[in-house]
Structure formats: structure tokens, C-alpha cells
């Protein structure tokens, strides 16, 4: 089994920056088996969407809606994915989760970042 903790978030003005982390934690063998890595958001009442993904050979994918605004990083040694999240906008608010695809799909429990105007 695989543990995802999830730190930063918090609450921010419009055009500030934020940094979430997120460590796995586990069993090692389920852990190495870990491809990608990322981030998806859900705001109240909307499905949650992808943000971010990093794979294990360092391949990001961005939402349209974040490019150029956030930048996604990892470290295969701490087994931990990061989102560096700038200008970030009203619209940014939401509950973010890290994500792991290995042997199945592993959830962190989520933070809340909220972005004020």
C-alpha cells in the first residue's frame, strides 16, 4: 500500500504564489512501481480536473488552464512530486490531490488552496 501526504496550500491573494508537496510513503516495492506523478483539483459542484503530471522520466503534462503558470517537479530519490503554483488567479481555488499511478491509482487526502481577489 502507498501513502500520499500532501503539504502547503493555504490562502493567497490573486497573482501570489503557493507550493504544494506531496510524499509517498509505503510499501517500497508498490512505491517503485510509481510512474507518474501529479496533481488534480476539484472546486465545489465541478468534477475534478488533471492540473499537472510528471513521469518517472521527468515528462510533465499541464491543463491548458495552468501552463505557464505552474510548474510541476519531482524527486525519484524522496519519491515526492511538487506544483509551483504562480499568478495564481480566483479561479485556482479549489481542493488539490496528489496523485500516483503504479500498480493502481493512489490518492493524497487533499488541500485547500484558496485564492481571494
Known amino acids: 500500500q502507498v501513502q500520499l501526504v500532501e503539504t502547503g496550500g493555504g490562502l493567497v491573494q490573486a497573482g501570489g504564489s503557493l507550493r504544494l508537496s506531496c510524499a509517498a510513503s509505503g510499501n517500497i516495492f508498490s512505491i517503485a512501481r510509481i510512474n507518474a506523478m501529479g496533481w488534480y483539483r476539484q472546486a465545489p459542484g465541478k468534477q475534478r480536473e488533471l492540473v499537472a503530471t510528471?513521469?518517472?522520466?521527468?515528462?510533465?503534462n499541464y491543463a491548458d488552464s495552468v501552463k505557464g503558470r505552474f510548474t510541476i517537479s519531482r524527486d525519484n530519490a524522496k519519491n515526492t512530486v511538487s506544483l509551483q503554483m504562480n499568478s495564481l488567479k480566483p479561479e485556482d481555488t479549489s481542493v488539490y490531490y496528489c496523485?500516483?499511478?503504479?500498480?493502481?491509482?493512489?490518492w493524497g487526502q487533499g488541500t485547500q488552496v484558496t485564492v481571494s481577489s
Open positions: 510528471i513521469t518517472k522520466s521527468g515528462s510533465t
Open positions: 496523485y500516483a499511478d503504479g500498480i493502481r491509482q493512489y
